[in-house]
């Protein structure tokens, strides 16, 4: 299990690299600036029209979903949930993906539309930051087709799963859909909580991303001595004849990423690097080429084909989190130079650890609505709304906290 967290960890890690250099790519280009502003303008004019009461309720989907309409209230909290996240990935280097899906429900979005708003966020972050051809180099196109072909093959029946479980019942999928954040969220934030606790007393204040675990080259090699039809050549460059490893494996790996990207709106981003390094044995220099492709046809894949023509994206929302998530991650990255590690370790720990409750308190008033727990609704009620107020009372804690340390720092920072 320690073995698992620190490989999530990496490739956390590794997927933060990637937000951040988007980011970069995005504000330090005219272009791609005037882009964003085109792409966030019809969200504007949409506030200003529903503030004047003009436009009819009937953005965010086909159905009568929560919220079916949209108000200028909500495209704030949009913009607030992107800076939270963004300040986690820009300040701890890690994980701040992992936390937009449960705000969006917190804030009253169905989890089915949380979870196809963010993979349409990440789809137009990948689109309009990444400068593919800077990478080209990096990608094995024999490896980027054998795991597309498994992740979009993953990514359909993780949507379908989703909707079917939407049809049946909209409590079901929210239910689903808390439940998986609750494991993941709690996993890696009991574990990140007990390296604080451990790391906390060191002289040099903690490596605020922690180590990163030795490449497992066991299993990679077992599959790689695998002679399964079709074999493909990859890192030719790094290693003489280059390494071979049968393309049914690294289809597999991809229909598990695209599955679980589709049900949980991450992307797929954070699970590529440890399936193609620790798994499949592939150089990190190869993973960040194909990883770029695989986010930008993973994520757009799953987020038009699976949820946008059924009506399951907002994207007034898409667009408040990308706002808010560049601006974000640029204050966070950059308080990282002034602030100590541990004490990041700290925060990120407990930012987690506030998603997992958030959801878990949640979890109550979904099993009383499906009659499958016997409390008052009252009661359950009152859990999720105190599950709401600890999440959003500690991520706002923790952005003041980050927002200061950046505005009182900025000598140190103008002369660094």
Same mark, same amino acid.
């Given at each position: 299990?320690?073995?698992?967290?620190?490989? @999530?960890?990496?490739?956390?890690?590794?997927?933060?690299?990637?937000? @951040?250099?988007?980011?970069?790519?995005?504000?330090? &280009?005219?272009?791609?600036?005037?882009?964003?502003?085109?792409?966030?303008?019809?969200?504007?004019?949409?506030?200003?029209?529903?503030?004047?009461?003009?436009?009819?309720?009937?953005?965010?989907?086909?159905?009568?979903? &929560?919220?079916?309409?949209?108000?200028?209230?909500?495209?704030?909290?949009?913009?607030?949930?992107?800076?939270?996240?963004?300040?986690?990935?820009?300040?701890?280097?890690?994980?701040?993906?992992?936390?937009?899906?449960?705000?969006?429900?917190? !804030?009253? *979005?169905?989890?089915?539309?949380?979870?196809?708003?963010?993979?349409?966020?990440?789809?137009?972050?990948?689109?309009?930051?990444?400068?593919?051809?800077?990478?080209?180099?990096?990608?094995?196109?024999?490896?980027?087709?054998?795991?597309?072909?498994?992740?979009?093959?993953?990514?359909? %029946?993780?949507?379908?799963?989703?909707?079917?479980?939407?049809?049946?019942?909209?409590?079901?999928?929210?239910?689903?859909?808390?439940?998986?954040?609750?494991?993941?969220?709690?996993?890696?934030?009991?574990? !990140?909580?007990?390296?604080?606790?451990?790391?906390?007393?060191?002289?040099?204040?903690?490596?605020?991303?922690?180590?990163?675990?030795?490449?497992?080259?066991?299993?990679? &090699?077992?599959?790689?001595?695998?002679?399964?039809?079709?074999?493909?050549?990859?890192?030719?460059?790094?290693?003489?004849?280059?390494?071979?490893?049968?393309?049914?494996?690294?289809?597999?790996?991809?229909?598990?990423?695209?599955?679980?990207?589709?049900?949980?709106?991450?992307?797929?981003?954070? @699970?590529?690097?440890?399936?193609?390094?620790?798994?499949?044995?592939? &150089?990190?220099?190869?993973?960040?080429?194909?990883?770029?492709?695989?986010?930008?046809?993973?994520?757009?894949?799953?987020?038009?084909?699976?949820?946008?023509?059924?009506?399951?994206?907002?994207?007034?929302?898409?667009?408040?989190?990308?706002?808010?998530?560049?601006?974000?991650?640029?204050? %966070?990255?950059?308080?990282?130079?002034?602030?100590?590690?541990?004490?990041?370790? %700290?925060?990120?720990?407990?930012?987690?650890?506030?998603?997992?409750?958030?959801?878990?308190?949640? @979890?109550?008033?979904?099993?009383?609505?499906?009659? *499958?727990?016997?409390?008052?609704?009252?009661?359950?009620?009152?859990?999720?709304?105190?599950?709401?107020? !600890?999440?959003?009372?500690?991520?706002?804690?923790?952005?003041?906290?980050?927002?200061?340390?950046?505005?009182?720092?900025?000598?140190?920072?103008?002369?660094?």
């Amino acid at each position: 299990m320690r073995k698992f967290y620190a490989v @999530l960890m990496a490739a956390s890690r590794a997927h933060a690299k990637w937000e @951040l250099e988007v980011s970069h790519n995005i504000l330090r &280009s005219k272009k791609r600036m005037l882009i964003l502003l085109a792409l966030a303008l019809p969200a504007i004019v949409v506030s200003m029209a529903v503030a004047g009461d003009v436009m009819p309720e009937i953005l965010g989907g086909k159905k009568a979903y &929560s919220p079916a309409f949209y108000t200028p209230g909500i495209f704030v909290v949009s913009i607030v949930i992107g800076l939270f996240a963004g300040l986690i990935t820009g300040c701890i280097g890690a994980g701040g993906g992992f936390i937009i899906t449960p705000a969006l429900m917190s !804030a009253g *979005i169905k989890g089915i539309l949380a979870v196809g708003t963010d993979l349409f966020h990440i789809f137009a972050k990948a689109i309009m930051g990444t400068a593919v051809h800077k990478k080209l180099g990096n990608v094995s196109p024999k490896l980027a087709i054998a795991f597309l072909v498994g992740s979009l093959g993953g990514v359909v %029946g993780g949507g379908l799963v989703n909707r079917a479980l939407y049809e049946i019942n909209p409590v079901l999928s929210d239910t689903f859909i808390s439940a998986i954040y609750v494991v993941l969220l709690g996993f890696l934030g009991f574990y !990140a909580l007990i390296d604080f606790l451990k790391l906390r007393k060191q002289d040099d204040g903690g490596d605020a991303h922690g180590s990163a675990p030795a490449d497992g080259q066991g299993l990679a &090699s077992k599959l790689q001595g695998v002679n399964l039809p079709p074999m493909i050549t990859f890192d030719e460059d790094l290693v003489p004849g280059g390494k071979q490893i049968s393309g049914v494996f690294v289809a597999m790996c991809g229909a598990f990423v695209g599955f679980v990207a589709a049900i949980m709106g991450v992307g797929g981003g954070f @699970l590529t690097f440890p399936m193609f390094v620790y798994i499949l044995g592939v &150089s990190s220099f190869t993973t960040v080429g194909t990883d770029i492709l695989q986010i930008i046809f993973t994520a757009g894949f799953a987020s038009i084909s699976q949820y946008a023509i059924y009506g399951f994206i907002f994207y007034t929302l898409a667009m408040g989190m990308l706002i808010g998530s560049l601006l974000g991650i640029q204050l %966070g990255a950059l308080t990282t130079r002034v602030v100590k590690g541990i004490y990041i370790r %700290g925060f990120y720990a407990t930012a987690i650890l506030a998603g997992f409750v958030n959801r878990l308190f949640a @979890l109550p008033a979904k099993l009383q609505e499906m009659e *499958i727990l016997d409390i008052s609704p009252q009661f359950a009620q009152s859990l999720a709304t105190w599950g709401n107020y !600890a999440f959003f009372v500690v991520v706002s804690i923790f952005a003041l906290w980050v927002i200061t340390k950046f505005i009182t720092n900025i000598p140190t920072l103008r002369r660094d």
